[in-house]
């Protein structure tokens, strides 16, 4: 008669701590927790001096520092509107400039005082660091914990920490008309409403676009370039960035990869706070420890979900005619692979009709992917396996064609470590 109200106590403390957000407490304890990341494990060879970053005048750390972290100039995209840490160094004239791999995104400013970077840890999610411009003999990186979170850790990030890309109107200064609202992308956003804010590089035949547009008080576009191709040239001072555009498709990847991210930490943290949970009910009902209750199976499950939508590209915007991008991003792209024996890849462009030649995401060799509790990568391969090979879905998922099912099928057969035993068998 004891034991009932301290588990109702402990199931209620835990529903409160998912309502808050709160990722500082058990069993995440995001702030105080060591990373090891792509940033942490760069500091360590930078203490060991294995790795010396090299300071460039204007451009201060970055250049050396994409070097270290294999991150390739082709994935410079330039946003104009004042939506950073350092906004006030932004404008039209200057835009602020990303570079990313498939862990690491790095923002710079002109002038500005740090480099703003993102990392992805298998166990924190997405981690915030600055690395200041100034010249040092032994630069060092901060690990930015309220600063960043205010925004990327707040309601437009479900509470947890997380990327944003929105498409937004702004004036000629690059401020944002607020009342005109903003947008979150990812890859089911119409090409139509994506972004604003945000300098585009190439073309995409069939549709127009919010890229490289002003507004004036009436919301009414004051810019020629309207959303169609546009010069950079003649707007920025190009010898200020390393690369001369902003390359379309390096945009739409980032904006695919960083939703993918977000998806997978919500399901890594849902997922530990559930079991977290389940542990301490057990403990309190003197439970086996394996112990696993109906309630929170479909936590978790409810959890994973949005991770296998996603990743299979479920209402993914369709294209109604060929994207072309202005760097070599999308060849260098491609040859990361990994490549089965008929030389085919997850990262393999289609541009005419879809994003990705075969609609399953790369980023499920990710060390988000992998980092996920085994409860979730269970749950997260096991409903793979019921769409691709038994066809158990529903319409979210009538987008994959036959070929498409027996392709990601073998693909990942031969790419993906650790799949389980029953990805062998032949589909039904």
């Known amino acids: 008669m004891t034991k009932k109200p301290i588990v109702l106590v402990v199931i209620a403390l835990s529903a409160s701590l998912i309502a808050?957000?709160?990722?500082?407490?058990?069993?995440?304890?995001?702030?105080?927790?060591q990373p090891a990341d792509s940033i942490a494990s760069l500091s360590v060879r930078m203490n060991k001096q294995e790795v010396n970053l090299q300071h460039y005048g204007?451009?201060?750390?970055?250049?050396?520092?994409?070097?270290?972290?294999?991150?390739?100039?082709?994935?410079?995209?330039?946003?104009?509107?004042?939506?950073?840490?350092?906004?006030?160094?932004?404008?039209?004239?200057?835009?602020?400039?990303?570079?990313?791999?498939?862990?690491?995104?790095?923002?710079?400013?002109?002038?500005?005082?740090?480099?703003?970077?993102?990392?992805a840890d298998r166990n924190l999610g997405t981690v915030f660091y600055t690395l200041d411009q100034e010249k040092f003999a032994r630069p060092v990186f901060k690990r930015e914990t309220e600063r960043c979170l205010i925004c990327h850790g707040a309601s437009a990030t479900q509470g947890f920490p997380g990327h944003m890309i929105r498409s937004v109107a702004t004036d000629q200064t690059g401020e944002l008309l607020l009342s005109r609202g903003s947008r979150r992308v990812d890859h089911a956003t119409p090409l139509e409403e994506r972004w604003g804010g945000w300098y585009v590089t190439g073309t995409v035949e069939n549709h127009r676009h919010m890229g490289n547009m002003f507004f004036n008080s009436r919301f009414e576009a004051d810019t020629p370039e309207n959303g169609k191709t546009i010069a950079l040239e003649n707007v920025i001072k190009g010898s200020e960035y390393l690369e001369p555009g902003s390359d379309i498709v390096a945009l739409m990847v980032l904006e695919h990869q960083l939703e993918a991210h977000n998806r997978l930490v919500r399901a890594n943290y849902l997922t530990r706070m559930a079991l977290a949970e389940?542990?301490?009910?057990?403990?309190?009902?003197?439970?086996?420890?394996?112990?696993?209750?109906?309630?929170?199976?479909?936590?978790?499950?409810?959890?994973?979900?949005?991770?296998?939508?996603?990743?299979?590209?479920?209402?993914?915007a369709k294209l109604s005619g060929r994207v072309t991008g202005t760097s070599d991003?999308?060849?260098?792209?491609?040859?990361?692979?990994?490549?089965?024996?008929?030389?085919?890849?997850?990262?393999?462009?289609?541009?005419?009709?879809?994003?990705?030649?075969?609609?399953?995401?790369?980023?499920?060799?990710?060390?988000?992917?992998?980092?996920?509790?085994?409860?979730?990568?269970?749950?997260?391969?096991?409903?793979?396996?019921?769409?691709?090979?038994?066809?158990?879905?529903?319409?979210?998922?009538?987008?994959?064609?036959?070929?498409?099912?027996?392709?990601?099928?073998?693909?990942?057969?031969?790419?993906?470590?650790?799949?389980?035993?029953?990805?062998?068998?032949?589909?039904?």
């Open 58 to 119: 204007g451009q201060g750390y970055l250049p050396s520092l994409l070097e270290a972290l294999g991150i390739s100039r082709s994935s410079q995209i330039l946003v104009f509107s004042k939506t950073s840490l350092q906004r006030q160094r932004i404008n039209p004239r200057k835009p602020r400039a990303l570079y990313f791999n498939d862990h690491v995104t790095i923002g710079f400013c002109q002038s500005g005082d740090v480099l703003e970077i993102t990392a």
């Open 329 to 428: 991003f999308a060849k260098a792209f491609e040859s990361l692979g990994p490549f089965d024996s008929k030389r085919r890849t997850l990262r393999t462009f289609d541009l005419r009709t879809r994003m990705f030649q075969h609609p399953m995401s790369y980023v499920v060799y990710s060390e988000l992917f992998d980092g996920l509790p085994s409860e979730a990568r269970n749950r997260i391969y096991k409903r793979f396996w019921e769409i691709l090979a038994l066809k158990k879905e529903d319409g979210r998922y009538r987008h994959l064609s036959f070929e498409d099912r027996n392709a990601i099928l073998e693909i990942m057969r031969e790419t993906k470590n650790n799949l389980p035993e029953y990805w062998n068998k032949k589909p039904s």
């Open 20 to 33: 808050a957000d709160d990722y500082d407490r058990p069993p995440i304890r995001y702030s105080d927790s």
């Open 278 to 316: 389940q542990a301490e009910v057990n403990r309190l009902m003197g439970s086996p420890a394996n112990y696993r209750s109906e309630g929170i199976t479909r936590r978790i499950e409810r959890a994973c979900e949005p991770v296998v939508e996603y990743l299979l590209f479920s209402g993914e």
